[in-house]
């Protein structure tokens, strides 16, 4: 994946779209009524993570202009950088080995922690897909706890910032980690301002989202992330930039995802493919195929699955389309004669192919609930199976220039 090259000490990239909420955050700040705890929630890769840091410059801004934070001086920089002492940043990580006591547990989370977000600075723009089993942990939140009870460092306010808040669910302490977060968001000192971010808001338990006032950041225009691409990102040709903002969603994080890395195709590439295979899989008239398919997958580790889930939704919804003869443009738009073949000669109709995105759906609520990969994919299989072969039984298959 081609990288961005700037001189100097590497800072965040601008804040694309979303007009309409920094208008709204920077009045009610403006006016002295910018609520304590906010719950940024949109699609994955939409720019939640970033319009909270500009939320934080916001707060910093130490020349605060009608338009915002005037960029430019010193706390402006340093929020740019990721580096002012006021603004703390937490997001889920790798639970590290075990070191034998809650403290020293503790002390190591915050130490990966601290190693991510410097790869963060390094590399500020990146793909929002990550296929570790990350989590926000116990200890985590009782490291936030312990920075909020402090004075802020620099400056008269502070912000933290707790990305992918929903992460603190599918831990074994959720219930643990989401109360000591809810004791901090319940009563903040008054120089400080809590930002959470959430994919899926309906993850997080009832007593934090209350707690919360909601902001919702829609997808953008696919020609802004196109044009994002353009002036950002270096070395990804025309095609590759097209077809990246075409499957992103409106969501630049994601539309990172598609473009290269290196000579290797990015990481929800490699996913859209397996979900693809997944599709073929489940396709196939012979059972023994759609098992084998299931052993492919991990015993453990179901969260890993809510992309490739996600992925094949959209697969399920352009065959929908197609099937339908919708002049509706389809994201999977390399695949089009593929799917015009796979439609006409199963005969698809409505009916089978909404019955198939429900039970896509249901297969990524079990995900979210940490049951077997393995069964997950296997019962998947079995009940597209059951919804989308028709009487033929034929299996059409595609070569990798068709999936493109």
């Not at 993570?49 to 920089?77: D, K, N």
């Not at 990350?134 to 009782?142: E, K, S, V």
């Not at 808040?165 to 074994?172: D, G, N």
């Not at 301002?193 to 950041?217: D, I, Q």
Request: overall charge neutral; glycine content about 8%.
């Amino acid at each position: 994946m081609a990288k961005i090259e700037r001189r100097g000490a590497v800072t965040l990239h601008p804040l694309e779209g979303h007009e309409d909420a920094r208008a709204a955050v920077l009045r009610a700040f403006l006016a002295g009524h910018l609520p304590s705890v906010l719950l940024l929630h949109g699609p994955t890769g939409v720019g939640k993570q970033r319009f909270a840091l500009w939320i934080g410059q916001l707060l910093l801004c130490e020349q605060l202009q009608p338009s915002g934070p005037c960029g430019g001086c010193h706390a402006c920089i340093l929020a740019l950088r990721v580096e002012h002492p006021d603004l703390h940043w937490y997001f889920p990580v790798p639970r590290p080995p075990a070191r034998g006591s809650p403290e020293r547990d503790q002390e190591a989370l915050e130490e990966v922690r601290s190693e991510r977000l410097a790869q963060r600075r390094e590399t500020p723009l990146r793909p929002s897909y990550s296929d570790e089993v990350q989590g926000l942990h116990f200890a985590t939140i009782r490291n936030l706890r312990r920075e909020a009870s402090r004075r802020p460092g620099m400056g008269p306010r502070r912000l933290f910032l707790v990305a992918d808040a929903e992460a603190l669910v599918a831990q074994e302490s959720a219930q643990e980690a989401a109360n000591a977060l809810l004791k901090v968001l319940e009563e903040p000192p008054t120089d400080t301002w809590f930002v959470l971010t959430a994919s899926e808001p309906g993850r997080l338990l009832p007593t934090v989202r209350s707690r919360a006032s909601p902001l919702y950041l829609p997808p953008l225009p696919v020609t802004r992330v196109r044009e994002f691409l353009r002036r950002e990102w270096s070395g990804a040709g025309e095609a590759e930039i097209e077809k990246a903002a075409e499957l992103s969603g409106g969501a630049i994080g994601r539309a990172l995802g598609f473009l290269k890395d290196g000579e290797d195709e990015g990481p929800l590439e490699r996913t859209r493919q397996e979900a693809f295979f997944l599709l073929r899989a489940a396709l196939d008239p012979e059972a023994a195929g759609r098992f084998s398919r299931a052993l492919e997958f991990d015993p453990f580790g179901a969260r890993s699955l809510h992309e490739i889930l996600t992925l094949l939704e959209t697969w399920m919804r352009d065959l929908a389309a197609v099937a339908a003869g919708a002049e509706t443009p389809i994201l999977n738009v390399g695949a089009r004669e593929w799917l015009s073949r796979t439609a006409g000669e199963r005969d698809l109709h409505a009916l089978p192919l909404a019955r198939a995105v429900q039970v896509v759906e249901a297969a990524r609520e079990r995900a979210a609930g940490n049951v077997n990969p393995q069964l997950i994919v296997a019962h998947l299989l079995l009940e597209l199976n059951d919804a989308l072969v028709n009487r033929t039984g034929r299996v059409l298959a595609a070569s990798q220039s068709e999936v493109s």
